[in-house]
């Protein structure tokens, strides 16, 4: 990857080294265009290569087999929730539905004993009168992230020494729970996070929310893994062992992060353990119903990944060779080479949709949504560098380099 970097830079510099010796005889202005046009059609050559490798990838990723557990420990399972959400009885249900032949503690919690969540879990102990369900209900807050909050407060009634954190927002399929469990067994393992893919909820901006999640943050991660450059923890699971959480020094360290599932992998990894993913998925709700909704919260993940990991962020230009090519196809003029890029870079986007598609074992719909959020993504990506303020759960915070949050009052 350096070494490609590092090729496309000197092919920058000596076709713009070429085009200043033609100073004489093309305007500034023309020069100008050339240039940029020249610099976005490289980013897009070297996107649509970083594309057709994702695509080759995910499939490579999903066909290997997930891990059986060698044994079947207790295992509490805890729930941070908030709101009534569309699907959350559904979520909450796949989770009762396990073959897991040990005993399950399902831990719930809220801040508010009045949250309409409550409801739903009333719901989901008629659905299974033989789980075990814990609720807490408590208002205490130790930092501006109040899901660590909630989960601090939860933690005291765990009763098993295997812990399987996951947002509400999750469902999953029957095996989740041996498998992870199964992942966690493996020598050295400390911690097991799980890839998710974007389950909409109905309406147009939720089926675009999950176009990002399928085509742009799994392929991206899974790349990540196979070249070396990626260290993710995934809120959608995080499976550790009591123990674990322990030596990391518990989780009241991270209530001041925005990212705090990928401060806790970090914590993890210090200790010697490793963070491990199976090859499979679990379904994330897509949830935004408008462009604000979802703008915001695109925004929130693209300045969080930009403080934590400024150089991937950066990197990540080249998830975008439609939009590249596009810029190159407007400075050109409309070079016939700009066109053949566009072309090509439609085409590399839609064989790496085909391929996720057929690794998750998904249908192929959509397609006509991609073009339009590859476009729509890519201003995003610019956006992220123009600020660090981020709205989460309606609260306005600043991020500063370590992560951190920090609350900002609106105007």
């Known amino acids: 990857m350096k070494r490609l970097a590092w090729l496309a830079c000197l092919i920058i510099l ?9 100073e004489g005889l093309l305007p500034a202005a023309h020069l100008i265009f050339i240039s940029l046009a020249v610099l976005c059609g490289t980013s897009a050559a070297l996107g649509i290569a970083y594309t057709l490798l994702a695509g080759m990838l995910v499939r490579r990723f999903f066909a290997r087999t997930a891990s059986e557990p060698t044994s079947f420990p207790a295992v509490t399972i805890v729930k941070p929730l908030h709101g009534a959400e569309w699907t959350l009885l559904s979520n909450l249900s796949s989770f009762c539905q396990q073959a897991y032949p040990a005993p399950v503690q399902f831990l719930f919690g809220v801040h508010d004993s009045e949250d309409p969540a409550l409801r739903t879990v009333e719901q989901l102990r008629l659905l299974h009168p033989e789980a075990h ?32 954190f996951a947002d509400s927002d999750v469902s999953v399929g029957p095996d989740y729970l041996r498998n992870v469990i199964g992942e966690l067994q493996k020598p050295g393992v400390g911690l097991v996070t799980c890839l998710y893919r974007g389950e909409p909820d109905p309406g147009f901006w ?55 599932d990928h401060a ?141 949050l920090s609350p900002v009052q609106d105007e």
């Open 14 to 22: 000596a076709l713009v080294v070429g085009l200043i010796e033609l």
């Open 133 to 164: 369900i814990t609720v807490v209900a408590d208002a205490s807050l130790y930092g501006p992230n109040r899901k660590m909050s909630n989960i601090l407060n939860m933690l005291p009634e765990a009763q098993h020494d295997v812990l399987v």
């Open 206 to 260: 939720p089926r675009l929310s999950a176009k990002a999640t399928n085509y742009q943050f799994l392929p991206g991660v899974v790349t990540g893994l196979a070249l070396g450059m990626a260290r993710p923890c995934f809120g959608q699971t995080i499976a550790m062992r009591r123990e674990t959480l322990e030596k990391i020094g518990g989780f009241a360290q991270f209530v001041h992060h925005l990212a705090e």
């Open 264 to 404: 806790i992998g970090e914590a993890v990894r210090m200790i010697g353990e490793k963070v491990v993913i199976p090859p499979f998925t679990v379904s994330h709700a897509c949830v935004e119903t408008s462009a604000t909704k979802l703008v915001a919260h695109e925004l929130r993940w693209s300045r969080t990944i930009r403080t934590i990991d400024p150089v991937g962020h950066l990197g990540s230009a080249l998830i975008h060779p439609l939009a590249f090519a596009l810029l190159a196809l407007a400075f050109s003029g409309g070079a016939l080479w700009a066109w053949a890029f566009a072309g090509v870079a439609l085409l590399a986007r839609l064989a790496l949709k085909m391929q996720s598609d057929h690794a998750l074992r998904q249908p192929h719909r959509d397609l006509w949504l991609l073009p339009f959020w590859d476009i729509v993504s890519f201003s995003i990506f610019v956006a992220s560098f123009f600020s660090t303020r981020v709205i989460w759960r309606g609260f306005s915070f600043k991020v500063d380099g370590d992560g951190l």
